[in-house]
């Protein structure tokens, strides 16, 4: 006898595959610009991150005794390690992505029991172990455009970290508009100063390159909210925050704050706002709680940024409200159907 | 006609797949040969059988009587003979085996004798007797649930009904029987619609279709037009499923929400199903009980899918076969591919809930379910605004009280959240798992509750018992103990223990015989009237 089921006997084609596939599409204007402004090291290392991730991914699945098929083909290994490749520096050696894309899917994804069931967001989590145990490594940048290394150099330094003749490694990587800022301020000069005295690096409104990078992981963002892979509550909440925030101290003291357009165009913002924030696994269930949940995000970013340790929060700020969201989801209940009726 | 509506929560707009069902006029399907009618054909009590094996029946004559309040009588759909009384197939998701009664036609349809059971002047009945006439004529909500349709037309004490709603919404893919009968019995519909509202003596009427419906839309409207009735309203609503759910109706039309844990009465408004009006419509006018229905066959296991009017007790696969199965036939649904449920043979018969029968080709392979990833789809379609992923985690985890903490019984089981979910997770099951679990533990509850206080009971009746078998020794021995010491005569003794016995009685009957303090002090006039009811009432015993 056939296994009778209950109703409903009809579905939409919606599947996660679907769901992570539009995500990572999303992602490709940004990370094209990205490459095109800071080299093709962001290549090399998605790639390493992506097959590591599914190494792991396979390995860990036949430990556990799991289908390796509908876990690997729903593209959540996949799009965490292309996130945490899009958070390192570019001139890296190769087994940074590596080392980080490991820690993710064996430890921040599936020893808290796989997909569905991590609490913290895994990509930040490999990428919050990697900036706590490789400093160096993790904040050197090199120059968007102007680094002068092609696609060989790049892999040349990823796997054996030997650079072209007459370059050296400390010569080339500087600090990032982000982490400019933060030591100069506190060195006592104002934002309009340091921005005047390094006027390359800076560009427009939020750093040469970043600037652009951040407005098509916008666009990219829209998109996803307009074809409903994700809501608009989060990002929204989020940006939101951290506009805020930022005009407050701006308001009252441009000199040491810089302002909004600084703070939502520099560094990871959109990509964390549209592409890790929004994480449904890891973030606030409700469309209430999304929005304390997103608004929590991005008024940490704007402390860590502005007085904390690191220059950009994103990681942090997503662990740490990460840890928030059962409590969230607990006091953010929407009033079910006839309630408003009951005595 | 244009009104105000009010938006509902969540919803989905689904494929409709209903025009190939109604490309042809609904048509009488043949007289089967034999008829099953199950006794149970909806929540509350089963009926009873008043007919037995070998007696001959006549269209039309009850063959099984109600059983309680919740309950409603069964009638003969054609003239012939019981065959039968036994456990049958039923369409039930469980696929359980029914008490019921089997009639072999004998192709004469001889109806009964309803001459005198029409009422075409129901203005001058009451809503009680016209609640009797619909018991009895066996009407059940033809919409689906099946609860008895006269219970739903009695508001009770202290419910002021304002509205009433006829739901002609039929929100739920491929069935199109409602929509079919809205064009093909507009007036009877509206007839008894004008029932309904005599029985509960309401002003304000709506007929509520969906704007997919046009032609239904245009006849009831064409019909009001004739019958210059401009109470009733014929509203069209948004085609969104599940704008027919009947909270969700409400709230469209009124903008009132019914109550969490409440029914449609608790704010003025009562619920009917347009095939209902129409049952009604014909029990009343007619003096016809409910016989037959309208069914939609439809799928794309039906070569020609159709609604056809099934007298009740016909088998669904003969009407299959005459709807042309097809080799795509491999999955029974009764009802709509939403809330309906899959029968594992289509040897059933149609019974008085069962609106359409879908039948379709099954998934050769079901999807794999994937982790829920909480992205909240379901949430944000759920019509009764609940989080269907919580309780899908407290269900799953057996979790009953949490799943009671969120609502769980708000769940309508429209199944939108099981529809979007992109882990293929069959949600609904859980909630339905939980529910019958839930009914279940409370069941047991209540059994072990009154075992308790039974058990509870009895130690108490056991301890009361000995402590009066305690008092009466020690009263004996008192008393041994007071005639030894005057070193009495045993005669003295029984004496004294009928004395005692003597002042206890005296005691008794003192205790008995204090009167009613209100009849004390009385004024002459008080005294005269009492006199003279004491002698009616004589009178009254001498008379009987």
């Known amino acids: 006898m056939s296994i009778i089921h209950s109703s409903p006997y009809i579905q939409n084609n919606e599947n996660v595959s679907r769901m992570m596939l539009a995500v990572i599409l999303a992602l490709i204007p940004g990370t094209l610009v990205y490459i095109h402004f800071f080299g093709f090291g962001v290549l090399i290392n998605i790639i390493i991150a992506v097959i590591t991730a599914i190494v792991c991914e396979v390995t860990v699945l036949k430990i556990r005794q799991r289908p390796v098929k509908p876990f690997i083909y729903d593209g959540t290994a996949v799009l965490t390690a292309i996130l945490l490749a899009l958070a390192l520096p570019t001139l890296t050696p190769w087994w940074l992505a590596a080392l980080g894309a490991g820690f993710a899917i064996i430890i921040a994804k599936h020893l808290y029991g796989g997909m569905g069931y991590n609490p913290f967001n895994p990509a930040m989590v490999g990428y919050a172990m990697l900036l706590i145990a490789f400093p160096k490594e993790m904040t050197a940048w090199i120059p968007a455009e102007t680094h002068g290394l092609n696609f060989f150099d790049t892999l040349n330094y990823s796997f054996f970290e030997t650079l072209p003749a007459g370059m050296s490694y400390d010569a080339l990587t500087m600090a990032t508009p982000l982490d400019s800022i933060k030591t100069q301020l506190s060195l006592g000069y104002t934002v309009d100063e340091i921005k005047n005295a390094n006027a390359s690096l800076f560009g427009n409104i939020a750093g040469y390159g970043w600037e652009w990078i951040n407005i098509m992981f916008l666009i990219g963002g829209i998109i996803l909210i307009l074809i409903k892979v994700i809501n608009w509550h989060i990002p929204v909440s989020m940006l939101g925050a951290l506009a805020f925030m930022a005009m407050i101290f701006n308001f009252s003291d441009a000199g040491s704050y810089p302002p909004i357009s600084f703070h939502l165009f520099s560094g990871a913002a959109m990509l964390g706002a549209f592409f890790i924030a929004t994480d449904p696994v890891t973030a606030a269930a409700s469309n209430k709680g999304r929005l304390i949940y997103g608004a929590g995000i991005g008024i940490l970013i704007y402390i860590i940024r502005t007085w904390g340790g690191y220059p950009d929060a994103i990681a942090f700020s997503v662990l740490l409200m990460n840890m928030a969201v059962p409590m969230i989801d607990y006091y953010s209940k929407p009033p079910v159907f006839g309630a408003t009726h009951e005595s | ?544």
């Open chain 2, 1 to 544: 006609m244009s009104a105000r509506l009010w938006k509902i929560f969540g919803g989905l707009r689904l494929p409709g797949f209903k025009a190939m069902s109604m490309s042809q006029a609904t048509r009488a399907a043949p007289l089967a040969k034999i008829l099953t009618l199950p006794l149970k054909q909806h929540i509350g009590d089963a009926a009873e059988a008043i007919v037995k094996v070998g007696d001959a029946v006549l269209k039309g004559q009850m063959i099984a009587a109600a059983n309680g309040y919740v309950s409603t009588p069964i009638h003969a759909p054609t003239s012939g003979k019981i065959i039968a009384i036994e456990k049958r197939q039923t369409p039930h998701p469980s696929g359980i085996s029914t008490d019921c009664i089997v009639i072999e036609s004998d192709g004469k349809e001889q109806w009964i004798e309803i001459e005198n059971t029409k009422n075409a002047n129901y203005r001058q009945l009451d809503s009680s007797a016209l609640r009797n006439i619909i018991r009895d004529a066996g009407i059940v909500g033809l919409g689906g649930a099946g609860f008895p349709s006269f219970i739903k037309l009695n508001p009770g004490p202290g419910n002021v009904v304002d509205t009433l709603i006829l739901n002609g919404a039929e929100c739920e893919p491929y069935i199109t029987c409602d929509a079919m009968l809205m064009q093909e019995q507009s007036r009877k519909i509206i007839d008894g619609l004008n029932i309904m509202r005599h029985a509960l003596q309401v002003e304000r009427c709506i007929i509520a279709v969906e704007d997919n419906k046009r032609a239904a839309h245009t006849m009831l409207v064409n019909a009001l037009q004739e019958h210059e009735a401009d109470y009733i309203k014929v509203i069209q609503i948004p085609t969104l499923y599940p704008a027919g759910g009947e909270k969700q109706l409400i709230k469209t039309l009124t903008g009132k929400e019914v109550p969490s844990n409440g029914l449609p009465i608790n704010i003025g408004v009562v619920c009917h199903n347009v095939a209902t009006a129409a049952a009604i419509s014909t029990a009343v006018l007619e003096g016809k009980p409910l016989i037959s229905r309208y069914v939609t066959i439809t799928g794309n296991g039906i070569e020609q899918p159709c609604n056809l009017e099934v007298l009740l007790g016909t088998s669904f696969s003969e009407l299959i076969d005459l709807c042309g199965r097809s080799n795509k036939a491999e999955q029974f649904i009764m009802g709509g591919p939403m809330m309906g449920f899959e029968i594992a043979d289509d040897n059933v018969p149609v019974i008085k809930t069962s609106n359409c029968i879908l039948v379709q080709s099954k998934k050769t392979k079901p999807d794999y379910v994937m982790p829920c990833i909480r992205c909240g789809q379901c949430a944000e379609v759920c019509p009764a605004q609940l989080l269907p992923q919580q309780l899908y985690w407290y269900a799953r985890a057996k979790n009953f009280d949490k799943t009671q903490d969120y609502n769980l019984f708000d769940c309508i089981e429209c199944g939108c959240c099981t529809y979007v979910c992109p882990s293929h997770i069959p949600l609904v099951q859980y909630y339905r798992f939980a529910k019958t679990e839930i009914w279940a533990q409370e069941q047991e509850k209540k059994k072990s509750d009154i075992a308790r206080q039974r058990h509870e009971f009895r130690q108490f009746r056991l301890e009361r018992k000995k402590a009066e078998n305690e008092e009466r020794k020690r009263q004996k021995r008192e008393l041994l103990k007071k005639v030894n010491g005057e070193k009495d005569s045993a005669e003295d003794v029984k004496k004294a223990a009928i004395e005692a016995a003597m002042a206890r009685v005296k005691a008794k009957r003192k205790a008995q015989s204090v009167s009613p303090a209100n009849i004390t002090n009385l004024t002459e006039e008080q005294k005269n009237a009492i006199a003279e009811i004491d002698s009616r009432r004589k009178k009254v015993k001498e008379e009987s």
